[in-house]
């Protein structure tokens, strides 16, 4: 709220005992919310509660997303997985292992380290972080290199079996979501800054979704095999 400073006298008026109570009226309320909100500790980081509207939002991301990785990974033939526009880029295969061993590896720092992270700041802006992730992590005009455990190293045995570990996980993740009470009372660092546990799960659907993109990239190369 901005306020725009007046000289001594500007808008002066005589003060009346009404006003006089009033004003002491606002003032004890406004102590009184300052030592209960100290009191209760944590508490008013809880009043922020994920609402159903946005559990269905993100929900609807999740079921999207995945029903993207899937569409764009059927049928494939042996060597339309292991294609690679040059070797040291990734194959199709390669990238649905990525997707599949991240959605864990994602999901299990939100649980084990989001949500038993420090509390957010009060105020913070909840809108513009979810739509930062929503908008940032799938964007592909900025590269990101993938930390070590998630490297491809074929630990599922295959690509179908890749495909099948990531719905089993994704099924995990909703589950999650919607089971999970205070999602927004916690944070932790991240590369777009402090993530809550609902952001955090925003931000699994929307590494699915880039990568779906890297999926589709690959199969639009000129030399992607026919069948």
Do not use: C
């Amino acid at each position: 709220m901005i306020f725009s400073p007046v000289s001594p006298t500007e808008g002066k008026q005589k003060e009346t005992p009404k006003m006089r109570k009033k004003s002491l009226t606002g003032t004890l309320a406004a102590v009184l919310l300052l030592i209960g909100s100290i009191a209760m500790g944590g508490a008013a980081a809880s009043a922020q509660e994920v609402t159903q509207a946005e559990k269905d939002r993100a929900l609807q991301y999740l079921e999207s997303t995945k029903k993207n990785v899937l569409e764009a990974t059927k049928g494939l033939s042996e060597e339309q997985w292991n294609f690679k526009q040059a070797p040291d880029r990734w194959s199709v295969a390669q990238v649905m292992e990525h997707i599949a061993a991240a959605e864990d590896f994602l999901r299990d720092v939100t649980k084990e380290k989001v949500m038993a992270g420090p509390a957010g700041e009060a105020g913070r802006d909840i809108k513009k972080t979810d739509d930062a992730v929503l908008t940032m992590v799938p964007d592909r005009s900025h590269k990101a290199q993938a930390p070590e455990p998630l490297v491809p190293s074929n630990r599922f045995g295959s690509p179908d079996a890749s495909v099948r570990h990531f719905v089993e996980s994704r099924s995990a993740t909703e589950d999650f979501l919607k089971s999970t009470a205070g999602l927004r009372d916690h944070v932790m660092d991240s590369p777009l800054g402090k993530l809550d546990g609902y952001e955090f799960v925003l931000f699994i659907a929307a590494h699915s979704e880039r990568h779906t993109k890297q999926i589709n990239e690959v199969k639009a190369d000129p030399n992607f095999p026919k069948k």
